[in-house]
């Protein structure tokens, strides 16, 4: 429409078209006037800053993980935690498919590790009461892998012997878990405090009316995980740890007879232990008696 | 403006003027010259019927908040559509994967594994059929919030209690390789540390963090000291989509015989550089694509008074 109108009518003032059939001016470079210079040096400087700036708050993030504050365990199937944090992509697809909302993502506070997921054993462990490790199935990067590629790290001693017996599973005809690798191993690290070694049983919630945290009863509901609260234990000896981890073979209640001929009790974690933290979740003694050394390996 | 030399502007160069204009062209900027009286009068006659018009903006919040609340309401309500965060999600079972979180994964993990290639092949093909960086202005949760502090930017700024600082737009370029480096020498995803768009995502559907601090101060830096600063000058992420809007048929067209040269749209602009061709004298053709740095947001758009810029899609008239 603009260009009818102006055929109309030209304005008499215009000038007479000056570059006509010209092309137009090409960028002549004309020396900076002084103003300009400085303030383009002025903006250089300033971009300098911004790439130094967002660069060095970036590889802060190295430093919680070079210190290794916080031995994170992690879900199962995770590559060692460099590769692990190489290869996550912090998109959460792990935590959206646990039916227990083991997995929960850190925080910036852990630096690289921002969105990487990990598992708070004692307030929710891992009790694999999906059967298939959804969590593995869910990664769309291999960070969580049932077959880990040739090229990345495997330390001794993470490598299970065999194929855990998943005690819910019993019965089927399959009735082992897709995990080769263990995620730590459970240590007695206060045994003074453990009820089974100082011969007490356990009576009532495990841990109190407030816990949120839940575990599949197989007994109960082969697909349902329980309120931990809604199924109160009556134990003449406390063996929570021995009775309710969820994997054949992993822990044992060692029964021995001493000197003067009392019987002595001793939770003993064995080397199918995979590290899922279901001991140190239900430990009805606080702190727990049994925890997790996260990423830690079997030492026999 | 040629197709390379848009590729330069996106990576930080100044947009140069042209050095040929065909004659069709220099007829409508002659005309344009000739008829100055008549030319004001058109321009006060289009302001004056100037429709208000939030089309495009209000189309693309509404996409926006809607691709966002479908990833929290697909973990929240269990409903399964959208599964993960922006970063990687699974789309009723198929595989997306963001192209900078990708490339930052592969990088720092050198092993692709294949459900990994196919998210990001998909994604790849999904955003060069829509427009490269419309991933920005239409999906990035931080685009909007970044766009509601601008308008307090804006207001301050009209005031005269803060002013814009520009920084050197070659910024991001440098940024964009020195992340893909770092990402090589360290084996950590180090962008992903700071990327206040996987940051909101995830905070979005998995609850506030510590990590949202991070985010407010990037956008109190925006409102005090430089407008839109992360969009314009760092975010490699806009780079990364940039890179595949160039071989995007979805544009902005720009149409020099409806244009009055008032420059509103480069005011509303997040990346005006991308709008150098609608200054008096510089475009060298009658039609000319914007650049693959556009967000394809739509403002400018919205904002022309006389409808010189349109979406367009490349081809599709022809195949009309």
Known sequence: MSGKTGDERPAANSQPPPEAGLPAATGSRRPQAPVRRLSSRRRFLRSAFLIGGVLGLAMLGYVPVAGAHRTRLRPPGALEESDFLASCIKCGQCVQVCPVAAIRLDDIDSGFGVGVPWIDARAQACDFSCDAVQCVLACPTGSLTYRKPAAVLTRPGMPLARAPLLKAKAKDPEPTLNLPERMGIARLSRPDSCLAVQGKGFRGQARGADFRGRLRYVERDRWRPVAVRDHPYERDLCNLCVSECPIGDAITMLATVAADGRRQYQPQVLEQCVGCGVCEMICPVDPAAIVIAARQPWEG | ?320
């Open chain 2, 1 to 320: 403006m040629s197709a390379s030399e848009r590729l330069r502007v996106m990576f930080g160069a100044a947009p140069q003027k042209p050095e040929r204009i065909t004659p069709a062209a220099q007829q409508v900027h002659q005309l344009k010259r000739m008829t100055k009286a008549d030319f004001a009068a058109l321009k006060q006659h289009a302001h004056d019927h100037q429709l208000v018009n939030h089309k495009w903006r209000n189309r693309r919040w509404a996409v926006l908040i809607l691709v966002n609340l479908l990833f929290t309401f697909s973990f929240w309500l269990d409903i399964q559509m959208l599964e993960g965060s922006l970063t990687a999600s699974r789309f009723v079972g198929f595989h997306l994967i963001d192209l900078n979180s990708a490339l930052q994964v592969m990088l720092a993990h050198r092993h692709v594994i294949v459900n990994l290639f196919i998210g990001t092949a998909t994604v790849f093909v999904l955003w060069v059929a829509l427009g490269g960086r419309s991933f920005c202005s239409w999906v990035c949760p931080y685009h909007i919030v970044a766009e509601w502090f601008e308008w307090l930017h804006l207001k301050l700024a009209a005031r005269k209690l803060v002013s814009d600082h520009e920084f050197h737009r070659g910024a991001r370029s440098v940024l964009w390789f020195a992340f893909a480096l770092l990402a090589v020498l360290s084996g950590y995803t180090v962008f992903e540390t700071i990327s206040p768009t996987g940051i909101l995502s995830r905070a979005l559907i998995y609850g506030p963090s510590l990590a949202l601090g991070w985010v407010l101060l990037l956008l109190v830096f925006e409102v005090l000291y430089s407008r839109r600063a992360w969009c314009r000058y760092v975010c490699p992420i806009g780079l990364t989509y940039g890179m595949v809007g160039a071989i995007s048929p979805l544009r902005v067209e720009y149409r020099l015989e409806h244009c009055f040269h008032e420059g509103d749209c480069r005011k509303v602009c997040l990346v005006p550089h991308v709008l150098d061709v609608v200054i008096k004298g510089r475009a060298a053709e009658l039609k000319t694509p914007i650049g693959p740095d556009c967000t394809r947001c739509g403002l400018c758009v919205d904002v022309c008074p006389s409808g010189a810029l349109v979406f367009d899609v490349k081809g599709l008239n022809r195949l009309l």
